[in-house]
């Protein structure tokens, strides 16, 4: 690698006393590779090595990166563009504008690492970003990794954008009820907001996010694994309700669904949360299994979501399709459940039991006591039609193809109903529901 060095200057622009530059850069480095409060008071916060450390490339040679995106959160925008300037080659403009971000956000650490590096350049040569001094490094070579990694994850939400307007592939279909939706990239550390709005869902803003200390594929209670799947905002948790470990708020996640159940996976209590207030962003595998985001990304979120009605996709790696490619699916499936909504209107109860699987099972009600209930439904009913309002229909797929189906069901002449969720799976290559719930 190219060594990477800043144009000569006599000291850091904007500095006052007679601090030097060499005094400078020892502190920025210290202050960048102490532990936050957040990893020292917790036993749930403690830093962990990456499995893999990516480092970033800083080399003057760097390709012109495009334009930051307008949604992107204030501070990692404006680490962005330090980054930016960096792979153009302008490393004067990049210190004056690291010196203001870590002035502003002094427990930003990754800013800090920035700072330390530009500063260290008008010394000396530096091989890579992150080379502090190796009596610093002594102290915690952990830390230092980590945060080279929370830099290429950073570095490559500029360059490893979505293809416009694309949507994760899980979301096939989402009601105009529901405001918004969620999607999580656990590779590229990455959380996705979505809005829908006349033309559908539209990308509206990406926050970095940190996830499990060992990974995903979440399987059972303390593992410290996020879980991989389709889930629901139960609730909204305001910071007063928590302590600051959690920051501004959370968002509870129904882990485990359903589907997870079935699988015997086990454990609770999957949020999306904040970081201690003395923190601004964790590491990108720190956590017991929850999705973490800085404050200030979390509190815009917290803002506009709606618990209850706003999915939350959570993928290994997140694939991207247009819309026009899903509506083939999309329509064969809106054609499915319409069958099973004309079997339920109609009674026909032995054509209603042919779309449910001979392994459902519901609360502790297996096939034959579901079969008695929709009995006993069919004649309440009274002949009087069935409708599904504001039907929501996202697909999952691991060790099988899974969908979750959500809708209010509405009986004629009545003006309110009960919302239901189902999920469906693959049976000799047709769907059959394996559980079937009332949610509200």
Known sequence: MREWRH??????????????????????????????????????QKVVEPARIVRANVRPATPAIPPLPRQAAPAEARLLEIYRLIGQGQARQA??????????????QLAQLVYGDLLLARTHALPAMGHAPAPLVGRAPQRLEQLRTEASRRMAALTERPPAGALPAQFIEVPSTTRHAIAVDASRSRLYLFENGPKGLTLVADHYASVGRLGTDKRAEGDQRTPLGVYYITSRLESSQLTDF???????????NEY???????????????????????????????VALANPELQTILQRVQPRTTPVVIAQQLQWIKPDQREPERRALNNLIEGWRVARTNG????????YSSQFSAGNRDITQWRQLLERDVVQQRGRGVQLKDLAILGWRDKG???????????????TGAIKRQYWGKEGGLWKIFYEGVIG
């Open 348 to 355: 026909d109860l032995n054509r209603l039991m042919s779309f």
């Open 7 to 44: 144009p000569p200057a006599s000291r850091a622009a904007g500095w006052p006393g007679r601090l030097t530059r060499r005094g400078l850069v020892a502190a920025t480095w210290v202050a960048m590779l102490l532990p936050v409060a957040s990893h020292a008071s917790s036993p749930r």
């Open 95 to 108: 210190l004056d504008k690291a010196q203001a971000l870590v002035q502003d956000v002094p427990n930003f």
């Open 260 to 290: 997870d159940r079935r699988l015997g996976r086990t454990g609770s209590g999957i949020w999306l949360h904040g970081v201690p207030s003395e923190s601004y962003a964790r590491s990108p595998n720190s956590t017991d299994g929850c």
């Open 401 to 415: 193809d899974v969908l979750v189906v959500t809708f209010g069901e509405i009986v004629e002449g009545q003006r």
């Open 246 to 256: 959690y920051g501004v708020g959370a968002l509870p996640l129904n882990y485990p």
